[in-house]
């Protein structure tokens, strides 16, 4: 487990140190702003099912899977309670003391898989430049991030049938 700490440490740190560039540090910070409880995706979310009668059923699922995944990791990293990366200086504040999983990490791809589901291609980039986010900004380790996603990521994929309408793919 130190192998993973220190890789976890040194690639934290310098991903952190790309967040010394002015314009890297802006797009970071309104990245995991934007991600912050899930807003950027609930908020997407809504707005598509507002504006796609003939499937708002799925865009509103959809965004409750989202949601849901997102209570799941805030479940998790209670019982977990790791502490964020103290070895860098972080460029935002956080709502929490505790890093794993990544809850913007579950939440980003979450949405990736059901908005994926429903056809919008640029959920995927949008989800991996907020897990990067996190990153650069300093709040989590990779292993937070990978966590999160793959919470995310499953929390969603065994909703998607149930999103289409059905019971289950």
Do not use: N, Q
Not at 61 to 86: D, I, Q
């Amino acid at each position: 487990m130190d192998d993973l700490d220190d890789m976890d440490h040194r690639i934290v740190s310098a991903l952190r140190a790309c967040g010394t560039d002015p314009r890297v540090a802006g797009a970071a910070r309104a990245l995991s702003w934007a991600g912050e409880h899930g807003a950027l995706w609930l908020a997407a979310g809504l707005t598509a099912a507002a504006v796609d009668a003939p499937r708002r059923t799925a865009w509103l699922r959809g965004t409750v899977l989202t949601a849901g995944a997102h209570v799941v990791s805030m479940g998790v990293k209670r019982v977990v309670r790791r502490p964020r990366p103290a070895h860098v200086v972080p460029l935002v504040r956080t709502a929490g003391r505790h890093s794993f999983p990544s809850s913007h990490a579950t939440s980003a791809a979450a949405a990736a898989v059901v908005f994926g589901a429903l056809g919008v291609r640029a959920a995927w980039p949008l989800a991996a430049a907020v897990c990067a986010s996190r990153l650069v900004v300093g709040v989590h380790y990779p292993s937070d991030v990978a966590a999160g996603a793959a919470l995310g990521a499953l929390t969603a994929r065994l909703g998607t049938g149930w999103m289409r309408g059905g019971t289950r793919d």
